[in-house]
């Protein structure tokens, strides 16, 4: 069970997988949407409400039909940057950065060799100032400043 910061909904998966949004109304609970039947678990909701990862995808929290993001593959982590209104997709060799309204792609980022295939479940956070990744890779913490790389890579 997860509840939206705002208080607005409740998010809950079951036995056969399948994502569930529920409104929040007072004392009551109002079921209003299931989602596709995935291997879901412990959903994870953005900061601002909007949005809900599970597993190796991510949806509007208003709509657990179609997914805004779909990663293929399950090695990637997938990690909300709501300042930046934009989701990262950290994989084993590359970054990639979502646009958090539509699912585009913004950029992508080759990880510097020391990093590559560190990446494992669990391993990379958002710093809590927006625009900065923290990853965990070999015994050591580093500090991935997206945002610095996004722009060199444009220019």
Excluded at 62 to 80: A, R, T, Y
Excluded at 103 to 132: C, E, F, Q, S, W
């Amino acid at each position: 069970l997860t509840i939206t910061p705002d208080g607005k909904f409740l998010d809950s998966h079951n036995g056969s997988g399948s994502l569930h949004r529920l409104r929040i109304d007072g004392a009551n609970l109002d079921y209003e949407e299931r989602g596709p039947e995935l291997s879901v678990s412990n959903p994870v909701i953005s900061d601002d409400s909007r949005y809900v990862i599970c597993h190796t995808s991510v949806w509007k929290v208003v709509d657990l039909q179609v997914p805004l993001i779909n990663v293929k593959s399950d090695d990637g982590i997938l990690v909300f940057d709501t300042p930046n209104r934009c989701i990262y997709r950290v994989g084993d060799e590359m970054i990639t950065s979502f646009s958090a309204s539509n699912g585009d792609v913004k950029t992508t980022i080759n990880l510097p060799k020391n990093l590559i295939r560190p990446i494992g479940r669990g391993r990379a956070v958002l710093h809590p100032a927006g625009g900065r990744l923290l990853l965990k890779a070999q015994g050591h913490i580093y500090l991935v400043d997206m945002q610095r790389l996004m722009n060199a890579k444009e220019e």
